[in-house]
């Protein structure tokens, strides 16, 4: 971008050296030892760091000056404008999530925010340190100052549901039926066609998977096992290729999701109260409920549906000093949310499915070790 190149040349944001080139949060510095131990020691000839941009480092949301008179007219700004320091674009929606409103009493630490599109990531701050198993962190003043950050992930979502609806063999006669009813999308074909389904069987949409089980690593596992060799599973399969073959597979996949988020929460020593959820899967009825119901904890949808954007004012808001922090600014421009709460019918259902869906887990392993032998 002309005319803001100079700025970006001189400063660099905390959040993406800390959570993308291992740059030492704790103590704002470069880590010589780790490099060391990495063999790239000449990466920090002189202890200078130049090769690793040791320039100024600043806080998210940090003021770094004011558009140029030619970056303003490229951007379609004024000239002078507030430039913050940004953060990584699942950090900015994080921002917005966790500055959006949930029930009084909530604390921010009580708080995850799920950032989905074709993957997941799964982010929560706290003020103290914790080493949590299979999630990325504790990394600190990446997002608030004196806050740790955590990154969990799951690395196939979004894309994982396409997949499998595409190369489903009742796909094309599908499309051909939401022309004819001038339905929006697949999904939400194939969401009225489960609760068709429910009605006919007579039990509720989530117990229509009771012989389909889906183990979704089908680009391996980010968290909590933190292994990129994980392949997806699918129990149950038949011979039938018809519309509600593919809904099952696509609701139990759904389900699949939420117990991984499930695990990853398990993670943690503190107990969540609020998941909050941006992106194109906030917008599935089916996604928002499964995740509510399986990890017992209450969903929140933002009224502003792009929360990165929304993130990123948030940045330059606090970069203009029209509020004393990111924390206040998160929470004056956050807005309001709407809640969906966990049924309790569902609890014994998901229990019940989220342990095969863990001895799904432990059987690959054991498969593999079965070959390895």
Not at 36 to 57: M, T, W, Y
Not at 128 to 137: S, T
Not at 172 to 199: A, M
Not at 344 to 349: G, L
């Amino acid at each position: 971008m002309r005319g803001i190149a100079k700025i970006f040349n001189i400063y660099r944001s905390l959040c993406s050296m800390v959570c993308k080139w291992n740059y030492d949060g704790q103590n704002h510095s470069w880590d010589s030892k780790f490099l060391q131990s990495a063999d790239l020691q000449h990466l920090s000839a002189g202890h200078k760091f130049h090769h690793l941009a040791g320039e100024i480092v600043k806080s998210p949301g940090s003021p770094l000056g004011g558009l140029t008179t030619l970056a303003a007219k490229d951007l379609g700004l004024m000239p002078g404008t507030a430039v913050g320091t940004s953060v990584i674009d699942a950090y900015a929606g994080a921002l917005a999530l966790l500055g959006a409103e949930t029930d009084s009493g909530i604390e921010l630490r009580e708080k995850i925010a799920l950032i989905c599109g074709t993957s997941t990531c799964h982010i929560c701050v706290a003020p103290e340190m914790d080493f949590v198993e299979g999630v990325w962190g504790p990394y600190k003043d990446v997002l608030f100052a004196g806050m740790y950050a955590h990154e969990a992930g799951q690395s196939a979502t979004g894309k994982l549901l396409d997949d499998l609806l595409y190369s489903h063999p009742s796909y094309n006669k599908i499309c051909d039926e939401i022309k004819s009813r001038e339905l929006k999308d697949v999904y939400e074909h194939l969401n009225t066609l489960l609760g068709r389904l429910s009605k006919e069987k007579n039990i509720p949409l989530h117990e229509l998977t009771a012989d389909l089980h889906v183990c979704p690593d089908f680009h391996g596992n980010r968290s909590p096992i933190a292994d990129p060799t994980r392949r997806g599973m699918i129990c149950g399969l038949t011979l039938n290729h018809e519309p509600t073959d593919l809904a099952l597979i696509y609701l139990a996949t759904v389900q699949a999701l939420a117990y991984g988020t499930r695990q990853i929460l398990a993670q943690f020593s503190r107990k969540f109260r609020a998941i909050l959820i941006c992106g194109g899967l906030s917008l599935n009825p089916i996604y928002v409920e499964a995740h509510a119901d399986v990890c017992r904890v209450p969903v929140f949808i933002p009224s502003e549906p792009e929360s990165v954007l929304l993130g990123a004012s948030i940045l330059g808001a606090c970069a203009a000093a029209l509020y004393q922090n990111l924390p206040e600014a998160a929470a004056k421009m956050g807005g309001k949310s709407q809640r969906i709460d966990p049924r309790e019918a569902s609890y014994s259902y998901h229990d019940k499915k989220f342990k095969v869906f863990e001895k799904l887990l432990k059987d690959q392993a054991e498969y593999r070790d079965i070959m390895k032998g």
